[in-house]
């Protein structure tokens, strides 16, 4: 996956997932949002129609939601610091089914005192899912801080856990 530095029109569309409602975001190129609807106030509405990498994006979570996508080959960007670029880049590696801790994250990154400033970055992540911020807990195993809201992010864990193992629960 990569981060495209284009900016272009963008565009939008909807996917209702198992999970809810989700807004998808983003250019010709790449996708920028991927983003939880819980209030349809927050439809956006009169945007230009859907791009071919938008249609690809909702097959492909059309597949993850089945249990038949692990991986997404979807070119992504989000504008960001350097250091939260570093972040969401590192969580593009932590494998399906996998979760690791806020410190465990801060140790890759290099920096094993970062541990608030990587949680700060996880949780600017505009593009849920497909940079996998719901793969990181507490140190402790918990379950802590998701934009989409804890019972997703445990849906999520337990989906993905669930088709890797074939065991129906993590938590």
Not at 47 to 64: A, F, M, N, R
Not at 85 to 106: C, D, I, N, Q, R
């Amino acid at each position: 996956m990569n981060y495209h530095q284009n900016m272009t029109e963008l565009y939008y569309t909807y996917y209702e997932s198992p999970t809810g409602l989700i807004r998808i975001g983003g250019t010709e190129t790449y996708v920028s949002e991927l983003t939880f609807i819980d209030n349809k106030s927050q439809i956006k509405h009169g945007e230009p129609g859907i791009s071919d990498v938008l249609h690809h994006c909702t097959e492909q979570l059309i597949e993850y939601f089945q249990g038949k996508r692990r991986d997404f080959n979807i070119p992504v960007h989000q504008e960001g610091t350097e250091f939260q670029s570093e972040v969401w880049s590192k969580l593009l590696e932590v494998p399906f089914g996998k979760t690791m801790s806020y410190a465990e994250l801060s140790r890759i990154i290099g920096d094993p005192k970062a541990v608030r400033a990587v949680a700060g970055a996880n949780s600017k992540n505009k593009i849920a899912i497909i940079v996998p911020c719901h793969r990181i807990i507490g140190t402790d195993k918990s379950l802590t801080g998701y934009a989409g809201g804890l019972m997703r992010k445990k849906w999520l864990l337990q989906h993905e856990f669930r088709i890797k193992h074939g065991i129906q629960t993590l938590f």
